[in-house]
C-alpha cells in the first residue's frame, strides 16, 4: 500500500492529465473489471465528495476501476453512514488518504447563505449552517465546510490532525468547476 504523501502527488498527477484530456483517462477496461472482480478492490484514497453532477472524483483525478472509493452526498456533508464507509475503507481496504473535496458553485453552500430551508434537504443544510456560520462569501464557505468536514472525521474517528500510526490522513481540497483544477487546503 503506498502512503498518504504518495497518494497526493498521485492525486496531483491524476488531475493534470484531466486538465489536459479530451477524453477519460483512467482504466476502465475488461481486464482490470475481471481482475478487481477476481483479486477486490485496493483503492488508494478515499474522497468524500458532492453528488454534484459536474464533480466526478473519477474524472478529476483520472482514475480507474478500484482506484477510489467515492463517497457522494449533497454538499459533501458526514453522518453515520457516510463515517462508516469511510471506517471500512480505511481498516479492510488499508486506504492510507482520506479527501474531503467541496466544490465551487456549491448548491447546497448557496442555499445556507441564501436561507433557503425546506423538506429532506434541511438535514443536509442544517450541518452545512452549523459549519459555515455567519460566512456570506461562497468560497469561504465551501472551505469552512470542507474543514468542518475534516475536523469531523478526525474526531469521530480518532485520527490524528498529521498522520496517525497506521499511516491514515485525514485532508481537504476544494475543486474549481469553472476550470477542472483543484487544490489541497492547508491543515490547521
Known amino acids: 500500500m503506498i502512503s498518504a504523501s504518495e497518494v497526493k502527488k498521485k492525486l496531483i498527477e491524476g488531475n493534470q492529465r484531466y486538465l489536459n484530456a479530451k477524453a477519460g483517462?483512467?482504466?476502465?477496461?475488461?481486464?482490470?473489471?475481471?481482475?478487481?472482480?477476481?483479486?477486490?478492490?485496493?483503492?488508494?484514497?478515499?474522497?468524500?465528495?458532492?453528488?454534484?453532477?459536474?464533480?466526478?472524483?473519477?474524472?478529476?483525478?483520472?482514475?480507474?476501476?478500484?482506484?477510489?472509493?467515492?463517497?457522494?452526498?449533497?454538499?459533501?456533508?458526514?453522518?453515520?453512514?457516510?463515517?462508516?464507509?469511510?471506517?471500512?475503507?480505511?481498516?479492510?481496504?488499508?486506504?492510507?488518504?482520506i479527501v474531503m473535496l467541496g466544490h465551487t458553485g456549491c448548491g447546497a453552500i448557496k442555499a445556507v447563505i441564501d436561507g433557503h430551508s425546506g423538506g429532506f434537504i434541511d438535514y443536509i443544510l442544517k450541518d452545512i449552517a452549523l459549519a459555515?456560520?455567519?460566512?456570506?462569501?461562497?468560497?469561504?464557505?465551501?472551505?469552512?465546510?470542507?474543514?468542518?468536514?475534516?475536523?469531523?472525521?478526525?474526531?469521530?474517528?480518532?485520527?490524528?490532525?498529521?498522520?496517525?500510526?497506521?499511516g491514515l490522513e485525514v485532508v481537504g481540497a476544494i475543486y474549481h468547476i469553472e476550470d477542472g483544477t483543484f487544490e489541497f487546503l492547508p491543515e490547521d
Not at 27 to 34: A, F, G, N, P, T
Not at 133 to 151: I, M, P, R, W
Open 25 to 97: 483517462e483512467g482504466d476502465v477496461s475488461l481486464h482490470l473489471r475481471q481482475k478487481t472482480a477476481e483479486e477486490g478492490q485496493q483503492p488508494y484514497a478515499i474522497i468524500i465528495s458532492c453528488s454534484d453532477s459536474r464533480v466526478i472524483p473519477e474524472s478529476i483525478f483520472s482514475a480507474g476501476i478500484g482506484e477510489l472509493f467515492v463517497i457522494r452526498v449533497v454538499g459533501n456533508v458526514l453522518d453515520n453512514h457516510q463515517l462508516g464507509s469511510i471506517e471500512y475503507a480505511a481498516e479492510h481496504l488499508g486506504t492510507k488518504l
Open 132 to 166: 459555515i456560520g455567519d460566512e456570506k462569501d461562497e468560497f469561504k464557505a465551501t472551505c469552512l465546510n470542507v474543514q468542518h468536514g475534516v475536523k469531523r472525521i478526525r474526531h469521530e474517528l480518532e485520527i490524528h490532525p498529521i498522520e496517525d500510526e497506521k
